[in-house]
């Protein structure tokens, strides 16, 4: 599974180099050629389409040739957008050169007093405006995030929802912690649907065998971040982070809503214990709502112990760097590079 697609490797040859010549009729040809703006594959899908192929001043670099294992035009084209997509990914990993990185948090840095920024190990590293570029483009492959998304992370506008529930979707594979969807928490009657539908119920059961949830919510105009402590005797705690300190009871009354829906037969008092907002350094803008609850939920996952009550604002901008950064080692991780075969070539006419 690459970004959320299944790639099926093709039968690949590669038909640059001129040599035997054999005939085109089984194939379907794909015509790579490199710019600025990224890689161009152009299907061509009949050996009449490529004789009309001239070379040129933006002659591909390679020609390859896909073996069809049917003749339907729409399979081939299916097949040659995958391997687009491929082919632009591993462009862009090598522009960004995505080597082994190990995976650090980003920390808060004092600016001055009650001031602070987000000391980001990212900004360096994609700093000039290429690969800022590169980025954006390698994470806008990933079908969750697409152009729109991946523009928001980058550009310091409003982040999309998509982006913040594939970054803590993330953490929840890499930690040992457990992540509900933002749109649980405004669902109609969602908690009824808990206690009718099995389904439902049986994969929050499982959430909640976690030792901590977090749970990301938005209220149109703003995002929090609920965490959901287990207690060794089976109680639960809970937290909400926001980082324009507004102490608003309600997303801490919606984990409650819920824990009551999973275990119906207990009362308040032996299912809660604490329910509590902890004060952390407000957003220096309008825009960074988002990035600071990605940022705090980082550290809830990586860390045993939760954040202590911090006065001050914050420039939580930087860390945009770090989720998109967080997105492009997952494509690296997943991404298998695609063989090419020189056994039989087709001479380029």
């Not at 824990?259 to 207990?266: D, S, V």
């Amino acid at each position: 599974m690459k970004n959320g697609i299944k790639v099926k490797k093709p039968e690949v040859i590669d038909i640059t180099d001129e040599d035997d010549e054999i005939s085109r009729e089984e194939y379907s040809l794909i015509e790579i050629s490199d710019s600025d703006e990224g890689s161009e594959l152009d299907l061509v899908s009949s050996e009449e389409e490529a004789e009309r192929v001239e070379p040129s001043s933006r002659r591909p670099k390679h020609t390859i040739a896909i073996v069809l294992e049917e003749d339907d035009k729409e399979s081939a084209a299916e097949k040659a957008l995958k391997l687009q997509q491929h082919t632009l990914t591993l462009q862009y990993l090598k522009k960004l050169e995505m080597g082994d990185t190990v995976k650090k948090s980003a920390t808060l840095e004092t600016v001055r007093k009650g001031y602070f920024r987000v000391k980001s190990l990212a900004q360096e590293k994609y700093s000039a405006k290429d690969k800022v570029k590169a980025l954006q483009q390698l994470i806008a492959l990933n079908p969750d995030l697409k152009d729109e998304s991946a523009r928001r992370l980058l550009k310091d506008e409003w982040m999309n929802t998509s982006t913040i529930e594939a970054f803590f979707n993330l953490l929840e594979e890499d930690y040992s912690v457990s992540v509900l969807n933002s749109d649980l928490a405004v669902k109609p009657n969602f908690c009824e649907q808990l206690r009718r539908k099995e389904k439902i119920f049986n994969a929050m059961q499982v959430k909640l065998q976690s030792r901590r949830i977090l749970w990301p919510m938005c209220d149109d105009t703003h995002w929090y971040l609920v965490v959901i402590n287990k207690r060794t005797d089976g109680r639960y705690d809970l937290f909400c982070l926001d980082s324009l300190n507004t102490k608003t009871q309600d997303f801490l009354d919606k984990a409650v809503d819920f824990l009551q829906a999973m275990f119906p037969e207990k009362d308040l008092e032996e299912l809660v214990v604490k329910k509590e907002h902890i004060q952390i350094p407000e957003q220096d803008n309008n825009r960074d709502c988002g990035a600071s609850i990605c940022f705090w939920g980082e550290r809830t996952a990586k860390n045993k112990t939760l954040p202590r009550p911090s006065k001050g604002s914050c420039d939580y901008s930087s860390f945009r760097k770090d989720i998109a950064d967080r997105f492009a080692r997952k494509i690296h991780e997943d991404e298998t590079p695609v063989t090419l075969s020189s056994t039989r070539k087709i001479r380029n006419q």
